[in-house]
């Protein structure tokens, strides 16, 4: 009938099969406890002496598959396919690197005004990440009419194809979280994530808009005393 066991307690068998084999780690089994070996007077066979059956040999490509998808998963690459070496850029309302520069447009109540435009320049793609810590939005609107007035408005920043086109926003929020105090000159304290995650290709804007609210008296944006610094990572396209 064979060795009767309590219930509750199990047989350590693993001596009696380690010489059918590797474990699903790939090392030989170097036991020699349990309950003896499978055969009388002999012990378990030498791994090298047993072809790896075919179970094994699954497990093992399985394993080598699961450790290259992992691999794979870890190389950052953008949608399509294609490769890229990430650089952080500023988006800062000067004309370098395809911007236009800061507008001193006059805000209108409850109407999305435009102040810049950034150029996704040919050849690269900028990736728009709010789990990215190294990128921030970052806007300081001055008034044209008082020196040091800042202006208590909604920036809005979005995506599009073409200076008309249909935009997708990536950002909205009130511009006191870009309060002078509280930002460019304190630090960190002026931190704000993009609102999602979003690929501008080559030749799509990158828009800031500004919106007075709807108490709020006409007010020209000073583009000169106002900054942008909108934080981004630009990558240049090496294949596709």
Not at 32 to 37: A, I, T
Not at 55 to 80: C, F, N, R, V, W
Not at 128 to 152: A, C, H, K, W
Not at 161 to 176: E, R, W
Request: charged residues 20%.
């Amino acid at each position: 009938m064979g060795k009767a066991y309590p219930l509750g307690e199990w047989a350590d068998v693993t001596a009696r099969y380690g010489g059918f084999g590797r474990d699903y780690e790939g090392y030989p089994w170097m036991g020699g406890y349990g309950d003896g070996p499978l055969y009388p007077g002999g012990g378990p066979t030498p791994n090298a002496l047993v072809p790896v059956g075919p179970m094994m040999q699954q497990m093992t490509q399985e394993k080598k598959a699961s450790a290259a998808a992992q691999a794979a998963s870890d190389i950052h690459s953008l949608p399509g396919g294609k490769v890229g070496s990430p650089v952080t850029t500023v988006i800062d309302g000067s004309t370098v690197f395809g911007n236009s520069a800061l507008v001193a447009a006059t805000l209108v109540a409850s109407n999305d005004i435009l102040i810049n435009t950034y150029t996704v320049q040919p050849g690269y793609s900028v990736l728009l990440d709010n789990e990215d810590p190294e990128q921030m939005v970052m806007i300081r609107p001055y008034d044209n009419t008082t020196t040091g007035s800042f202006i208590d408005c909604t920036v809005k920043i979005d995506v599009a194809k073409a200076a008309n086109g249909d935009g997708d926003t990536v950002f909205q929020g009130s511009s006191i979280y870009f309060r002078p105090d509280q930002n460019f000159a304190a630090g960190d304290r002026f931190r704000a994530r993009w609102n999602r995650k979003f690929e501008a290709k080559a030749g799509d804007l990158i828009r800031t808009f500004l919106r007075a609210n709807a108490t709020q008296p006409l007010v020209t944006v000073n583009n000169v005393t106002s900054r942008i610094g909108h934080i981004v990572r630009t990558w240049e396209i090496l294949s596709g």
